[in-house]
Nanobody, 114 residues
Framework: VQLVESGGGLVQPGESLRLSCAAS????????MNWYRQAPGKGRLLVAG????????NYVDSVKGRFTISRDNAKNTVYLQMNSLKPEDAAVYYC????????WGQGTQVTVSS
């Protein structure tokens, strides 16, 4: 089983990033997918989630209207489009699969700084 995040980087406030998480080794379409983030010295926070078929999504209040989670079950990939990034969005972002088991990726760093 692998979850491999990509797309992180350094951006200025107001800019955008698109994170991707490529899954393998399990039946991706049977799993709900989440994006978490963890800033230095803080706990892991659920940022966004999407149901297995993609018909239902949820977001933490602080990212509503700015972030969009989506998935492509044909490509075994989940995405997080992040717009209007703020310094407080800076963190390591983790992909999480939830179903019969729970799997985690290794994380990708997002830095928002001018």
């Amino acid at each position: 089983v692998q979850l491999v995040e990509s797309g992180g980087g350094l951006v200025q406030p107001g800019e955008s990033l698109r994170l991707s998480c490529a899954a393998s080794g399990f039946t991706f379409s049977a799993y709900a997918m989440n994006w978490y983030r963890q800033a230095p010295g803080k706990g892991r926070l659920l940022v966004a989630g999407i149901s297995s078929a993609g018909g239902s999504t949820n977001y933490v209040d602080s990212v509503k209207g700015r972030f969009t989670i989506s998935r492509d079950n044909a490509k075994n990939t989940v995405y997080l489009q992040m717009n209007s990034l703020k310094p407080e969005d800076a963190a390591v972002y983790y992909c999480n699969a939830v179903g019969s088991w729970s799997y985690w990726g290794q994380g990708t760093q997002v830095t928002v700084s001018s």
